[in-house]
């Protein structure tokens, strides 16, 4: 009978159990986050530029002057509330009004604004004053055009007078010759002394 030793030899080593090695996880897909630029007027006031920005559609970051000159003279916070007290389809031109006013009292601290309209008058009196003077000389030139036209129809008529009386001494019967005759004699001094032989 062979040992239990020899036995317990001879049978075959368990297996080693594979380690658990853990499984891939998906990669996920790369989240792209764009970071828009800040308007003019927040860059210019470091601050955060957020979706809500009131500023931001009428000052944006490629043209950061505009901001500079309205914020210079105004100044942000009353930028602010006056955009907030007009309707959307009116802020864009109230924008373009603080600008401009601004631009001219920096360019004019006393009179600004008002300087300027004043000069814009001044020269819409002055053009209107050359508009009613060339208008002027133009009716003058207009009424001697009718006096030349109507000194050179009545001269024609005059010079064509003669021919029209001999045409009618052509075109009559022979005992109107006379009357016609005397008549022409009238008209043509010379021509009395021609036929005054014929008649007498």
């Given at each position: 009978?062979?040992?239990?030793?020899?036995?317990a030899?001879?049978?075959?080593?368990p297996?080693?159990i594979?380690?658990?090695?853990?499984?891939?996880?998906?990669?996920?897909?790369?989240?792209?986050?764009?970071?828009?630029?800040?308007?003019?007027?927040?860059?210019?006031?470091?601050?955060?530029?957020?979706?809500?920005?009131?500023?931001?559609?009428?000052?944006?970051?490629?043209?950061?002057?505009?901001?500079?000159?309205?914020?210079?003279?105004?100044?942000?916070?009353?930028?602010?509330?006056?955009?907030?007290?007009?309707?959307?389809s009116?802020?864009?031109?109230?924008?373009?009004?603080m600008?401009?006013?601004?631009?001219?009292?920096?360019?004019?601290?006393?009179?600004?604004?008002?300087?300027?309209?004043?000069?814009?008058?001044?020269?819409?009196?002055?053009?209107?004053?050359?508009?009613?003077?060339?208008?002027?000389?133009?009716?003058?030139?207009?009424?001697?055009?009718?006096?030349?036209?109507e000194?050179?129809?009545?001269?024609?008529?005059?010079?064509s007078?003669?021919?029209?009386?001999?045409?009618?001494?052509?075109?009559?019967?022979?005992?109107?010759y006379?009357?016609?005759?005397?008549?022409?004699?009238?008209?043509?001094?010379?021509?009395?002394?021609?036929?005054e032989?014929?008649?007498?």
């Amino acid at each position: 009978m062979e040992p239990s030793g020899a036995g317990a030899s001879s049978a075959s080593p368990p297996s080693p159990i594979p380690p658990a090695w853990p499984c891939p996880t998906p990669a996920l897909p790369l989240q792209v986050v764009v970071v828009a630029s800040p308007c003019a007027a927040c860059k210019a006031l470091r601050r955060r530029c957020s979706e809500s920005c009131v500023l931001a559609p009428y000052f944006p970051p490629s043209d950061p002057a505009k901001f500079a000159i309205a914020h210079r003279v105004f100044g942000a916070s009353n930028i602010v509330k006056s955009l907030l007290a007009l309707p959307e389809s009116r802020r864009g031109d109230a924008v373009s009004s603080m600008i401009y006013e601004a631009s001219t009292r920096i360019r004019d601290p006393v009179y600004g604004c008002a300087g300027a309209i004043s000069q814009l008058q001044t020269q819409i009196s002055q053009l209107q004053a050359q508009l009613a003077k060339s208008e002027a000389e133009l009716m003058s030139m207009q009424i001697q055009l009718a006096s030349l036209v109507e000194q050179l129809q009545l001269t024609k008529s005059q010079d064509s007078s003669p021919h029209q009386s001999l045409e009618i001494l052509l075109n009559s019967p022979f005992d109107d010759y006379q009357i016609q005759i005397d008549s022409c004699l009238d008209e043509y001094s010379g021509f009395g002394s021609f036929c005054e032989p014929l008649w007498t």
